[in-house]
């Protein structure tokens, strides 16, 4: 993504480093706390995709992995408000990709990404953490 915005080749794997080793970093954090086991395998997907440098929309099925354990959650635990208006917006995103000329695959990690962040800040923030 930094080199399509025209960002140097040391820049973009600067950048690429940075987010492989927070992604490496929170997988650690997450999988060591008592988080439910969805969120777990939902930020252990996204994580996955995220820390590549190469991303191709043929990978984003792995997305589907992280989708459907938030759905799951969701289904147990209650959606929140948020949660529909991102997994529509991360569809909408991801149809949109042949007729567009970004890489709207990184934006729709970034949804999944944040959704899952979401819920485990609503978690937290309760003190209700699920086994």
Same mark, same amino acid.
Do not use: E, R
């Given at each position: 993504m930094a080199r399509f915005f025209g960002g140097s080749e040391s820049a973009a794997w600067t950048a690429q480093i940075i987010v492989a080793l927070a992604c490496a970093t929170t997988t650690f954090a997450l999988w060591r706390s008592r988080i439910a086991y969805e969120l777990k395998a939902a930020s252990l997907a996204v994580f996955a995709l995220l820390a590549t440098p190469y991303l191709y929309i043929y990978d984003f099925c792995v997305l589907a992995v992280a989708v459907a354990f938030l759905l799951r959650y969701a289904l147990r635990q209650g959606q929140l408000t948020a949660e529909a208006a991102g997994l529509a917006s991360c569809a909408v *995103?991801?149809?949109?990709?042949?007729?567009?000329?970004?890489?709207?695959? *990184?934006?729709?990690?970034?949804?999944?990404f944040a959704l899952m962040l979401n819920r485990c800040a609503a978690i937290t923030s309760r003190r209700y953490l699920v086994d």
């Open positions: *995103l991801l149809l949109s990709y042949p007729y567009v000329k970004m890489q709207v695959g *990184l934006a729709a990690a970034a949804i999944i």
